[in-house]
């Protein structure tokens, strides 16, 4: 294509297909079977992919186990045959019903081809090494359709090309592959349903999403788009002012993308290195014009984004807002319409789903393409190093993000269009994002030299602990047993204490870890009346202290920070913080509370103020169950938690503290409101609840043991019978829990009261406290 006002060619470059870089990285030098090994060890190595393959149809399974392996003939095979076993059978049952046999029907392969020992999950180093009997199986038979099943059969597929490979990220996706030209349809493994057999909520998953996996046989071939022939690397100052006050004139909606410094806009030194918008790719900071130029793109570029009737779409709204408002110093972005990320979050809430590479990947099949920018973004310093990357390669990378960024947007916005209720969700998230990137922008104000002082002290303290667990008795017993000194990094070594303790101490085992061993974790240690144990405690909270203040200097800016708050990230539909994460202030631990809140000040001649929301949870929960009983509670102004918290620990209003009625809210009411049972409350309560004192300055486990209850079975029992009185007492509450799970089983997803839905693979935790907790901060927002 010619330039639009000069001869030469304007540059373009395809964007690559095949395997890159990052991909090459799974594939294994030399002869990939003997660096595995597992073929000299089993009865079939090497089995080869089976079945008629009638639907055109190959499904990628995970590995063979002793039926494929051994049994093969004596189940009337005439060869070695994959998802034959019990799992192959259950998944044959589960294709019956539409009229599909799996041996005529199907291709079938598995991830790794020879049985590994005890049938144990295979390793990602023999999934690699067996990756290539997987991509010879697809390039002979040329499947229109590829069913990976389980995560064994995703990191084969992809593995070198995705960070995260979780098969609850991937399930029931039609992804559009540009290697094979195949659609790509993640699904459970059916051994996942033998391992939690009985678990309804995953069989009606499993069930919905076979379902839809049918359905989608027979779908026509994808199409694929080549984002880099999209775009238009402008180097001169005529055309990228021509092609501005194009799209200034025309007035159409805009997506556009900055590469840019670092994650935030504050401070001296950041840059936005380079601009893509609508299709055109230009740098801005990068090191390539004259100043008047530059002064000149920007003048244009701040009409455009302060003229509301250009409507504005960006992946990750947030970034470009205050990189705008930043970098251009102007009050805000007019004109803000939709934000992708978000969107994609609202479409479907599971992890790890947002990121602009994994939703270009899903819906568009495009492999990566950061091969010539991904070290220089992870620095490892302040300051990324984009402007070593050579321009041409800068605007490719940054125009493919503006490219994919546009194809979401109108794929978005048509199916939410479909969609009112989601729409509804993705209109109110979409207000709330403008609001929490003003309060990101205006920041928190903070004293750092007070946080630098504070530093001081809690590494004196530290220091001074260490030295004494290092050189006290307990240290030199250890040494002396096993010639060598304490491991004290971080953290001391879990072995060295469990060595210290139950070894060399010869102290009793009070708990197990989920692997068998002895427990050395903070519970423990609390019960232990030893100096030592409590100094290691000690050590722990200091740590932990000095990690939030490191975090609180780390992002401070001129007297303040900005913390992240994003709507794109929790499950529940709530917001989530980073960089500080100002969501997760301790507000338990008074001394964890003093150190970092006292550093939180008020802009000069301000006061912080408080407001209180307490009760929000509680009160969403009568809102949705409507209990008449909650309900009443609630406007007579009764505590619940309070109250329970007497009931439990057998105290009056003159023993119970704040802290009983903490944990009495998160380790026994929403606990059994969101699905747990009595014998786990109980546990959580004791060993959260036991050491804590009442206002009367008595141990809770002596008081207790004053009560009557004397031992750990006394006090589950106790709060067996408190979950009786409970649910007799809140028996709609009840109902309306037991009616929301069926709900769940028959439909896949549960809806809040402003229109977000949560589907996928849940637990009864989950979809019973999705509504209740998001609706809570939906009501904050």
Known sequence: ????????????????????????????????????????????????????????????AEGSGKSEDEDWKKLGYDRPTQLIGQAGRLFRNHLKPYGLDLDVDFWKINSVNCRTPDNRKPSKKEIKCCRFMVDKAIEELKPEMIWLLGGAAVESFYQGIYSNLEINTWRKLCIPDSRSGAWIIPLFHPSYLLRNEGNRNLESTFERDLKWAVSCIGKEKPEFIDFGKQVTCLYTLSEVLYALEVIERKEDPITFDY??????????????WSIAVNGYSFPYDYPHWKWKERLRIQHTWIRLLKDEKILKIAHNLKFEDQWSRAIFDIPEVKGWHWCTMNAAHIIDARKYYTSLNFQGLINFGVLPYDQDVKKHIKSGSKFNTLDQVPLEKLLLYGGIDERITSALWAKQEKFLSRKKELKRAYQFFHKGLLALSDAQGVGICI????????????????????????????????????????????????????????????????????????????????????????????????????????????????????????????????????????????????????????GIVPSKGRKIGSADYSGMEICGAACYSKDPVLVKEIEAGVDVHHNLSKKIFLLNDKQTTKDLRFYTKNQFVFPEFYGSYYKNCAYNLQDNCYELETKEGV??????????????????????????????????????????????????YVDTFFGHRRGGFLTNNQLLNTPIQGTSFHWLL
């Open 447 to 598: 004293d750092k030299e007070y946080y630098l002082e504070e530093e001081k002290e809690l590494t004196k303290k530290i220091e001074a602990l260490e030295y004494k667990i290092l050189n006290g008795k307990e240290a030199k017993l250890f040494e002396r047993k096993f010639k060598r000194k304490l491991k004290l990094k971080k953290e001391v070594s879990t072995k060295d204490l469990r060595d210290l303790f139950f070894g060399v101490m010869e102290m009793r085992s009070v708990k197990k870890t989920n692997t068998g061993l002895e427990s050395v974790d903070e519970e423990v240690l609390n019960q232990m009346d030893n100096v030592f144990a409590k100094r290691i405690i000690q050590r722990r909270k200091l740590f932990k202290i000095l990690s939030y203040i490191n975090q609180y200097k780390k992002e401070e800016v001129d007297g303040k920070i900005h913390p992240f708050i994003d709507l794109h990230i929790a499950r529940s539909y709530r917001s989530a913080s980073s960089n500080p994460n100002f969501q997760n202030i301790p507000v338990r631990d008074e001394q964890a509370k003093a150190a970092i809140r006292r």
């Open 699 to 748: 141990k809770v486990r002596d008081h207790l043991k004053d009560k009557g209850i004397k031992t750990s079975d006394d006090f589950v029992e106790h709060v067996q019978k408190i979950e009786k009185d409970f649910w007799e007492k809140y028996h709609v509450y009840d109902e309306w829990k037991e009616k929301r799970i069926l709900e769940y089983q028959k439909k896949g």
């Open 259 to 272: 590469e840019a410094t670092s994650l935030k806009p504050y401070g001296e030194g950041n840059k936005i």
């Open 1 to 60: 294509m010619k330039g639009f006002f000069h001869d030469h060619q304007t540059k373009k470059r395809k964007i690559r297909t095949g395997i890159n870089k990052s991909e090459s990285d799974r594939i294994i030098s030399g002869n990939p079977c003997e660096e595995c090994g597992l073929y000299k060890q089993c009865k079939s190595p090497k089995m080869n992919y089976t079945g008629q393959g009638k639907q055109k149809v190959l499904i990628v």
